[in-house]
């Protein structure tokens, strides 16, 4: 099993280089085609709309953005090998890139960049809620390869976590390690974390799994799974991703955004 087709953005600003540099990783790793969308808006102020000047001065920066995301696609890929496709679009990132996850097996994407607003990158919160698609989320302080040798699963018995498993099979068949980690409530019985059945499952498919319940012990539930990865000398958190859709604004749970504001590790997120 593996992921053919890898989708990443690729924005004018420099951070966006790491998710670049992830996807092409994991584009050889699975000999994946790789396709780089970048996607800017022009956020226009109210008081500007009927300021002809004011748009045309921000088409061109949106212009100029896009020709800027792609100038980086095409010198990180021309001469990779990779079988690539390119598409730069002005319109809304968000809608963008969740339409074009239609023809992906797994999107790439930086974490948030302060100064970077909605104009210019996809909110991850869009991209794990709309896209259907699972989405790794690379820690854009860190410049290293994504080695997902060894592996943490977040595990709580939903169908988010079980989404997310099944969404995270081609790493977890290639891993070495993998550990499943529930994070137990002191009234939870250990059946009720279904760990063992999840643990067998992995294990049918030929990969080295293991459970362990996790007493609850820091101030919140993803400072427990960021200890647990970093003592397992894991690089990639698997997890399920809780939100839902109001008045057509994303929001997702307090342990999904814990994690992607301040989490060290590569996530792969799914819905």
């Given at each position: 099993m593996h992921y053919k087709s890898i989708l990443v953005h690729v924005g004018p600003q420099p951070t966006s280089g790491d998710a670049l540099a992830v996807a092409q990783q994991l584009?050889?790793?699975?000999?994946?085609?790789?396709?780089?969308?970048?996607?800017e808006s022009l956020d226009v102020p109210m008081s500007g709309v009927e300021d002809s000047l004011a748009l045309a001065t921000l088409r061109e920066q949106v212009e100029a953005d896009l020709a800027t995301a792609s100038q980086r696609f095409r010198e990180a890929t021309d001469d990779s090998g990779l079988t690539t496709d390119w598409i730069a679009i002005p319109g809304?990132?968000?809608?963008?890139?969740?339409?074009?996850?239609?023809?992906a097996d797994l999107i790439v994407a930086s974490r948030p960049t302060k100064g970077i607003g909605s104009s210019m990158a996809p909110s991850i919160a869009s991209l794990v809620l709309d896209s259907g698609t699972p989405v790794l989320v690379t820690p854009s302080h860190l410049h290293r390869e994504l080695r997902a040798e060894r592996i943490v699963i977040g595990w709580k018995d939903t169908r988010e976590s079980r989404r997310a498993i099944s969404d995270a099979l081609p790493f977890l068949m290639k891993a070495e390690h993998v550990l499943v980690a529930a994070i137990r409530k002191e009234a939870q019985s250990d059946e009720a974390t279904g760990l063992d059945e999840i643990v067998s499952r992995l294990k049918r498919h030929g990969i080295k799994a293991e459970g362990r319940l996790v007493p609850?012990?820091?101030?919140?539930?993803?400072?427990?799974?960021?200890?647990?990865?970093?003592?397992?000398?894991?690089?990639?958190l698997v997890m399920g991703a809780y939100g839902h859709s109001r008045f057509r604004e994303w929001a997702l749970g307090g342990v999904t955004e814990d994690l992607i504001e301040r989490s060290s590790h590569h996530i792969l997120f799914s819905h």
């Open positions: 584009a050889h790793r699975f000999d994946a085609a790789l396709i780089g969308v970048a996607a809304d990132p968000d809608r963008v890139l969740a339409l074009r996850a239609r023809g609850r012990s820091a101030k919140c539930v993803a400072d427990d799974l960021e200890n647990v990865a970093r003592e397992a000398h894991a690089d990639l």
